[in-house]
């Protein structure tokens, strides 16, 4: 019953911030948890963040934490991941998700906790 719609990627230099956003059409977007996940080629999707439906609660792969903000806006509909700090590693193509599943964060860091999917927006940080 969601439609998610991401945006935001690019190519940065290594050090370098960018901000995605996910746009959520669909009926009540505050029922969802919202995550996003990341993936690169040849490689399994991997968790990135997470955050409650509320937005009071965050959980965050230790790969990420300090450097990663997941924030959502509730009254637009939207998700956010600041990405601060950027490293190559951090290269991949990033997916926003949402799952009505209702449980603590920490249960929803694989894929299959997930039931609505966006596209994808390619990251690419350069050395």
């Known amino acids: 019953q969601v439609r998610l719609v991401e945006s935001g990627g690019g190519l940065v230099q290594a050090g370098g911030s960018l901000r995605l956003s996910c746009a959520a059409s669909g009926r009540s977007f505050s029922t969802y948890i919202m995550g996003w996940f990341r993936q690169a080629p040849g490689k399994e999707r991997e968790f990135v963040a997470a955050i409650s439906r509320s937005g009071s609660t965050t959980y965050y792969a230790d790969s990420v934490k300090g450097r990663f903000t997941i924030s959502r806006d509730n009254v637009k509909n939207t998700v956010y991941l600041q990405m601060n700090s950027l490293k190559p590693e951090d290269t991949s193509v990033y997916y926003c998700?949402?799952?009505?599943?209702?449980?603590?964060?920490?249960?929803?860091?694989?894929?299959?906790?997930?039931?609505?999917w966006g596209q994808g927006t390619q990251v690419t940080v350069s050395s």
């Open positions: 998700a949402a799952t009505d599943w209702r449980t603590v964060l920490a249960r929803t860091t694989t894929p299959n906790a997930y039931d609505y």
